[in-house]
């Protein structure tokens, strides 16, 4: 009877802290965050804003293996630094309705890429066989396989392999002023 009555209790810690042990948070070493595999990856843009202005590394080569029935979500706005330390992050597979998954700025502009506004500092990385299909309707956009816009610095970075951006840019034909920029795919 003691023996059931210490399974329950063990089986009833294992459930309250296995969810805890899924959330674990990036390692972290002296103010830097390491990023070595796809759920790290994962982690870091699903949860940006917990690293905002804060510097993160990649320990390894990320394959983070999507494609058309397996699409990843562009990382909002990052402003912090990124060092890939030569590292590649591959496989990526963006897909938008920009009028649903991207923000209106300041400027009327939507920004549309892995990362839609970088004002932080990416470096050091390798992108490889990315792609980014994009449905535009009637507004400024600017699109790219790395960042949509760019206020912040980029340093030896390379985009490597197949990469594609397909872009709708059907823009109705009363409306004035409105482009599609497409850029960091080369």
């Known amino acids: 009877m003691k023996k ?17 042990i899924s959330l674990a948070s990036l390692e972290e070493n002296e103010g830097i965050y390491y990023i070595s595999s796809k759920e790290d990856w994962m982690d870091f843009s699903k949860n940006i ?54 923000p209106e700025t300041t400027d009327s502009f939507r920004r549309v890429g892995l990362f839609s506004k970088n004002s932080g500092q990416i470096k050091n990385l390798v992108i490889s066989n990315s792609k980014l299909k994009v449905n535009v309707s ?23 392999d197949t990469c594609s951006i397909v872009a709708d840019c059907d823009l109705p034909s009363d409306k004035e002023n409105y482009i599609c920029i497409r850029n960091n795919c080369r």
Do not use: Q, W
């Open 4 to 20: 059931i009555y210490l399974s329950l209790i063990f089986f009833a810690i294992m459930a309250i802290i296995m969810p805890v």
């Open 49 to 102: 804003s917990k690293y905002k202005d804060k510097e993160v590394h990649l320990k390894s080569d990320i394959n983070l293996g999507y494609n058309e029935a397996n699409k990843c979500e562009p990382i909002s706005d990052f402003s912090g630094i990124l060092d890939g330390e030569g590292h590649t992050i591959s496989s990526i597979y963006l897909e938008c309705n920009t009028i649903n998954d991207t």
């Open 138 to 160: 009637d507004f400024r956009l600017y699109i790219g396989i790395l960042v949509g816009g760019n206020l912040g610095t980029i340093n030896n970075v390379s985009i490597t």
